[in-house]
């Protein structure tokens, strides 16, 4: 079943501080955070794991509420560069990465 | 570099066709995917597969088949294409280390059936 992404869609202006969050209503083993640009392939930005590990970009953060099964992605001093649509992916048990995906949060961020 | 890369970037072709896309990634991963994103940016997985092993086959018409001929090439093959086939088609690879397999996406390829 299918994650839910909110909100759909975001703007900012520069500086400004976002979260997106992705909820499951089944268990979930990981999420995983992808970037993708218009026209360009997603890119990695984090993994998050039952039990709190986790492995991702410097400049990126989140936060896995495994009681609620939901997570969130924080984006804080947004760059001109953060603009794109941010998918989750979740994994439920460990399923040779098998990721089902959100429907997208769309990013803008103005100067 | 090292990446993953993806044959055609851009494939226009007529309903009935057959048509492939090859993927190869030179990163040393074991495990590559298949992923359709729809018009609407809906990113789903087709396929999977583990050192050429067939490990992940979701509800997708016989029509599309993968093969794998090694573990750094995952092909994709689609007979008798239709108009609903038109999506990019991302291949990915992961190579798990531990608990972590983030997938890494080639560029895409944009099918449009005619």
């Known amino acids: 079943q299918q994650p839910v992404q909110s909100p759909q869609a975001v703007i900012l202006r520069e500086g400004e501080d976002a979260v997106i969050n992705c909820s499951s209503s089944?268990?979930?083993?990981?999420v995983h955070w992808y970037r993708q640009k218009h026209g360009e392939a997603p890119v990695f930005l984090m993994i998050l794991l039952k039990g709190g590990e986790q492995k991702g970009h410097e400049k990126i953060s989140a936060s896995f509420n495994e009681k609620k099964q939901q997570s969130s992605l924080y984006l804080t001093a947004s760059q001109l560069s953060y603009s794109g649509t941010y998918f989750c992916g979740t994994e439920y048990g460990t399923s040779y990465g098998k990721l089902t995906f959100g429907q997208g949060t769309i990013l803008t961020v103005h100067p | 570099d090292t990446a993953v890369s993806q044959t055609p970037k851009y494939l226009v072709t007529q309903m009935g066709n057959d048509k492939s896309i090859k993927c190869e990634q030179n990163l040393g991963h074991d495990t590559m995917y298949w992923y359709k994103q729809d018009s609407k940016k809906f990113l789903k997985i087709m396929f999977s597969?583990?050192?050429?092993?067939?490990?992940i086959n979701e509800t997708v018409p016989n029509r599309f088949s993968p093969k794998s001929p090694d573990k750094a090439h995952l092909n994709l093959h689609i007979n008798s294409l239709e108009l609903g086939d038109s999506a990019v088609y991302f291949c990915?690879?992961?190579?798990?280390?531990?608990?972590?397999?983030?997938?890494?996406f080639g560029p895409g390829t944009r099918l449009t059936v005619l």
């Open positions: 089944k268990a979930l083993y990981s």
């Open positions: 990915a690879s992961s190579h798990p280390q531990g608990p972590y397999n983030e997938q890494f």
């Open positions: 597969y583990n050192n050429k092993e067939l490990i």
